[in-house]
């Protein structure tokens, strides 16, 4: 087994294991897709639309796409698992490039779980859960059953504002919300890591009046525990696993018959069997809907789909409810209605007509620097080393990245857009080669990313 968490000499150990032919099956996270195997017979990989695939920095590659090169190198069958393929997987089945296979029903008795949207317009929200979802929970622990609910922002509240002058407490490296983690008694950016103590007072008008806003997991779990104060709950995300000893007690409580509430981030996703589970609560929904990310529908309807599967996996019947201020939403309705083959076709089509992935290429060329005036020069001078870009290619920018500015560098990006892919593996290369020879591009930060999953 090969995986981050291991430590080095597990790791090696593994991987001579593979390389001397021992290990018959290898199982691993992206970094697996190298290791060496004397006899290979079959490459799986499983929840093959996760974008956690795509290793987004230093060596950038996508390792599923570098599962299909391989084993067409080396002449063996790859399989690409998931309940809510990626658009561009679907693209290529319809294409006639991959063999589409279909499990028509779930494992043993199992039914797939019901959907259901809540309306919470004009309704009191118990730090983001409405009374109705309460009594629903309250409902189905007093059958003996277990209740996830899902939200996928850790932390105790994204916003610590100044009900009394309006002050917010920012990252001053990002320009963006510190999350306050109350448990911690601390204020962090989730982009830098940056981190500092919870001020008694506001800084700006020193009054007593600091108020958090929204909700993360560690408010759900706190609200939750006031709600049913003798009902075990279990808080599973990235910070009630952070060390290993910590990650190993959350599991094995998450596997026993101790948490009847569960709430949880992606984490609790995919990959756990909890037979016991017949609700989901989804919390926070309407922030997918909004997103400037063209992918954004596409993610938020695989997660809803990914989290449902927790739910009725045994035989007992399974619901989802899915919070939202615009039940009418389209991407909710082709959920409900025709489930995710249904929302994946109309986003086929929306990407079709727009031009975008799977059914055009991009490439990003991003740079940072202490000043946007380096980095809007040295993007200008790339763009002009382009010379006349062939037809079917073009070069936009220099643009603002969606976060301009991170751990107190400026950011921006060229976006690169072929329709076809042998278009843009012909120019990257020389265009590359001239960009590289530019006296600012060893003074600054850049790289570039071919099909990125994150446009940021």
């Known amino acids: 087994r090969l995986q ?14 593979a390389a001397r032919g021992e290990a018959r099956v290898i199982l691993g996270t992206r970094s697996a897709v190298f290791v060496p195997m004397p006899n290979p017979g079959l490459i799986v990989v499983d929840e093959e639309h996760d974008a956690s695939f795509k290793q987004q920095d230093g060596f950038r590659y996508h390792a599923r796409d570098f599962a299909l090169v391989r084993a067409h190198s080396l002449g063996i069958p790859v399989v690409l698992g998931s309940a809510t393929p990626s658009l561009e997987s679907l693209a290529n089945v319809d294409a006639g490039r991959y063999r589409l296979l279909r499990l028509p029903q779930r494992a043993g008795v199992a039914q797939p779980p019901s959907l259901q949207v809540m309306d919470v317009r004009k309704k009191r929200l118990d730090h983001g859960l409405a009374l109705n979802t309460l009594e629903r929970i309250s409902q189905v622990l007093a059958r003996g059953e277990q209740v996830l609910v899902f939200r996928n922002r850790r932390g105790y509240a994204p916003v610590l504002i100044c009900q009394a002058c309006g002050w917010s407490a920012q990252c001053s490296r990002c320009d963006r919300p510190m999350t306050l983690h109350r448990g911690a008694a601390r204020l962090r950016c989730h982009h830098c890591a940056a981190e500092q103590r919870v ?35 279990l808080r599973v995300d990235r910070d009630s696993t952070r060390n290993r000893s910590g990650r190993d007690a959350v599991f094995e409580q998450l596997h026993g018959d101790g948490a009847r509430i569960l709430v949880g981030t992606q984490m609790l996703a995919k990959g756990h069997d909890l037979p016991g589970l017949t609700l989901v609560v989804v919390v926070g929904v309407d922030e997918g809907l909004h997103s400037i990310d063209f992918r954004a529908a596409e993610r938020l309807g695989q997660l809803i789909v990914q ?4 739910a009725g996996r045994a035989d007992r019947a399974g619901a989802v409810i899915l919070q939202t201020h615009h039940p009418d939403h389209p991407l ?6 025709g489930g995710y083959p249904a929302l994946a076709r109309g986003l086929m089509v929306e990407r079709r007509a727009a031009a975008l992935p799977p059914f055009a290429q991009l490439a990003l060329l991003r740079c940072e620097a202490k000043t946007m005036a380096e980095v809007t020069a040295f993007l ?3 763009i002009e080393q382009s010379g006349n870009p062939a037809n079917g290619l073009a070069l936009h920018g220099p643009l603002p990245a969606p976060m301009p500015r991170r751990a107190g560098y400026q950011r921006a990006q060229v ?18 080669a001239l960009v590289r020879e530019l006296p600012a591009a060893r003074k600054l930060r850049w790289s570039i990313d071919v099909d990125p999953v994150e446009m940021g």
């Open 4 to 17: 981050s968490g291991r430590s080095g000499t597990e790791r090696a150990k593994a991987w001579l294991a």
């Open 199 to 233: 001020p008694a007072a506001c800084p700006q008008c020193t009054l007593s009046s600091l108020a958090p806003q929204g909700q993360g997991t560690e408010r759900l779990e706190e609200t939750l525990r006031e709600r049913f104060p003798d009902v075990p709950i």
């Open 307 to 310: 989290v449902a599967g927790r």
């Open 332 to 337: 909710l309705r082709a959920l409900i209605e």
């Open 380 to 382: 200008e001078q790339a």
């Open 415 to 432: 976006l690169i857009e072929a329709d076809q892919r042998k278009r843009m593996q012909a120019f990257l290369p020389e265009w590359l």
